[in-house]
T-cell receptor
Framework: SAVISQKPSRDICQRGTSLTIQCQVD?????MFWYRQQPGQSLTLIATANQGSEATYESGFVIDKFPISRPNLTFSTLTVSNMSPEDSSIYLC???????????FGPGTRLLVL | GDSVTQMEGPVTLSEEAFLTINCTYTATGYPSLFWYVQYPGEGLQLLLK?????DKGSNKGFEATYRKETTSFHLEKGSVQVSDSAVYFCALTQGAGGTSYGKLTFGQGTILTVHP
């Protein structure tokens, strides 16, 4: 398994602003993922972030809205840009350990946009 | 595309009751299957997994068997406790070499409440 931390744990933001979420892992991992969990909903993959390459975005998510950085094998950031109330969600990062695709999740960042 | 369907909740049980949460999937190839649990106010935790047909994943008294013939991965526990109250998510991922490698596709989640 892996120990994953996220910052901030929660935030309240004004519409039109941007928030950068950090994800730190206690070991080097190749694949990191960013998910969104809207209120009362399941998790949806935003993008896959591999170190040394551009992030791969899922349908419905674009780089201008959710830019991602992956500067090394233990760290990644997700920025939620030009926020609107519809962006209010829990944002989670996860890592894939290579054990049959098992992924471990960070505690999540609870975002409320007013 | 891949999809996961879970039984609708919420599920309410008394302590020591038997639990079944149904999960069926649609996927190409041979996905790996997972159950994740989200306790109140906490993050998502991997509960158990199975990587091929007829595999049984187990953890903390929970079990699930990968049934390829029925494309199912039902979660069971013989005697639930109040501390099992949580949201349970069934999920799948495709293996290496697939175009969606690493992507977890989740079911909608099932809320379980266990009363003393």
């Amino acid at each position: 398994s892996a120990v994953i931390s996220q910052k901030p744990s929660r935030d309240i933001c004004q519409r039109g602003t941007s928030l950068t979420i950090q994800c730190q892992v206690d070991s080097q991992v190749t694949m990191m993922f960013w998910y969104r969990q809207q209120p009362g909903q399941s998790l949806t993959l935003i993008a896959t972030a591999n170190q040394g390459s551009e992030a791969t975005y899922e349908s419905g998510f674009v780089i201008d809205k959710f830019p991602i950085s992956r500067p090394n094998l233990t760290f990644s950031t997700l920025t939620v840009s030009n926020m609107s109330p519809e962006d209010s969600s829990i944002y989670l990062c996860s890592v894939e350990t290579g054990q049959a695709g098992s992924q471990y999740f960070g505690p999540g960042t609870r975002l409320l946009v007013l | 595309g891949d999809s996961v369907t879970q039984m609708e909740g919420p599920v309410t049980l008394s302590e020591e009751a038997f639990l079944t949460i149904n999960c069926t999937y649609t996927a190409t190839g041979y996905p790996s299957l997972f159950w994740y649990v989200q306790y109140p106010g906490e993050g998502l935790q991997l509960l158990l997994k199975a990587t091929k047909a007829d595999d049984k994943g187990s953890n903390k008294g929970f079990e699930a068997t990968y049934r390829k013939e029925t494309t199912s991965f039902h979660l069971e526990k013989g005697s639930v406790q109040v501390s099992d109250s949580a949201v349970y998510f069934c999920a799948l991922t495709q293996g290496a070499g697939g175009t969606s490698y690493g992507k977890l596709t989740f079911g909608q989640g099932t809320i379980l409440t266990v009363h003393p």
